[in-house]
Nanobody, 113 residues
Framework: VQLVESGGGLVQPGGSLRLSCEASGFIFISYDMSWYRQAPGKERELVARISSGGGSTNYADSVKGRFTISRDNAKKTVSLQMNSLKPEDTAVYYC???????WGKGTLVTVSS
């Protein structure tokens, strides 16, 4: 399994970012995919999940209405569109394959003025 996250950066409050995760080494279309995040000094938390076919999504209450998870099974990628970003969204964001214990390096999102 290999997961490579990208798209993080520094953004002002209220801004937007789009994270991407390129997957390889497993049958991508067979697995639900998730985005997690870990803020400094806090435990890693689930942000969003998408079913293997893309028809079902779930979000943490803290990001509902602001974040959108999507996937492209042909390209083996999963994305997280983040709008109306807040300072409390600052964290390292990771994508994850449901049921497989593997973490990539993540991508850092910093929301600050």
């Amino acid at each position: 399994v290999q997961l490579v996250e990208s798209g993080g950066g520094l953004v002002q409050p209220g801004g937007s970012l789009r994270l991407s995760c390129e997957a390889s080494g497993f049958i991508f279309i067979s697995y639900d995919m998730s985005w997690y995040r870990q803020a400094p000094g806090k435990e890693r938390e689930l942000v969003a999940r998408i079913s293997s076919g893309g028809g079902s999504t779930n979000y943490a209450d803290s990001v509902k209405g602001r974040f959108t998870i999507s996937r492209d099974n042909a390209k083996k990628t999963v994305s997280l569109q983040m709008n109306s970003l807040k300072p409390e969204d600052t964290a390292v964001y990771y994508c994850k394959v449901r049921g497989i214990v593997y973490w990539g390096k993540g991508t850092l999102v910093t929301v600050s003025s």
